[in-house]
């Protein structure tokens, strides 16, 4: 089965500060990628998402993202964050099963708790 | 407006007592998908639906149940909830499995 790595855990930044969140999947084919977040109390919404093309994918709220393939990696990254951020970050990605063809699964990460200090 | 909804928000209930949690999405989308959400394993797949006629299991399908009979709706059935069957479940939708997966607000259950 495929796996989402996100390295951090807690992430606590200061306003202003710049932002990168880790994450590696293990898929070796192609893949769909995705970033989510999740506002204290609310349901998961999308950043941004990487299908094909340019790499480097930008989203809402001044996030981008960069898929290396050669790393299996899709990092995201903000180059000043505010206090607007503090939310739950989930890297998500979107591969075929190992069951039967035609089957896709999205597979999120254990997701990275950022703070941001005012 | 476009959206997911899931009833009932919140459900305490007891052990072996069988629920179902509906969800329902008016986007006409083909791919819907149950989710838990437990601190520190982020979120996991418990099944999915491909389509009204194909349905799979996610990482987490034990104690589970679902039925795609429409389009729009992806009830979970907990046929006999269990204590470890206590978290935050999110329903979501998309137009295909590759495309961005629409959320609902999540139904937070507690097992006692």
């Known amino acids: 089965a495929q796996s989402v790595s996100q390295h951090n855990h807690h992430v606590i930044l200061s306003e202003a500060a710049s932002l990168e969140l880790g994450c590696n999947y293990s898929y070796g084919g192609t893949v769909n990628l995705f970033w989510y977040v999740q506002y204290p109390g609310q349901h998961l919404q999308l950043l941004l998402k990487?299908?094909?093309?340019?790499?480097l994918v930008k989203g809402i709220k001044g996030f981008e993202a960069e898929f290396i393939k050669s790393k299996f990696s899709f990092n995201l990254r903000k180059p000043s964050v505010q206090w607007s951020d503090t939310a739950e970050y989930f890297c998500?990605?979107?591969?075929?099963?190992?069951?039967?063809?035609?089957?896709?699964?999205?597979?999120f990460g254990k997701g990275t708790k950022l703070s941001v200090i005012p | 407006e476009a959206q997911v909804t899931q009833n009932p928000r919140y459900l305490i209930t007891v052990t072996g007592k069988k629920l179902t949690v509906t969800c329902s999405q008016n986007m006409n989308h083909e791919y819907m998908s149950w989710y838990r959400q437990d601190p520190g394993l982020g979120l996991r797949q418990i099944y999915y639906s491909m389509n009204v006629e194909v349905t799979d299991k996610g990482d987490v399908p034990e104690g589970y149940k679902v039925s795609r009979k429409e389009k729009r709706n992806f009830p979970l059935i907990l046929e006999s909830p269990s204590p470890n069957q206590t978290s935050l479940y999110f329903c979501?939708?998309?137009?295909?499995?590759?495309?961005?997966?629409?959320f609902g607000p999540g139904t937070r259950l507690t097992v006692l």
């Open positions: 979501a939708s998309s137009l295909d499995w590759r495309d961005t997966q629409y």
């Open positions: 998500a990605v979107n591969a075929p099963k190992n069951s039967g063809a035609g089957s896709y699964q999205l597979t």
């Open positions: 990487y299908f094909s093309g340019d790499p």
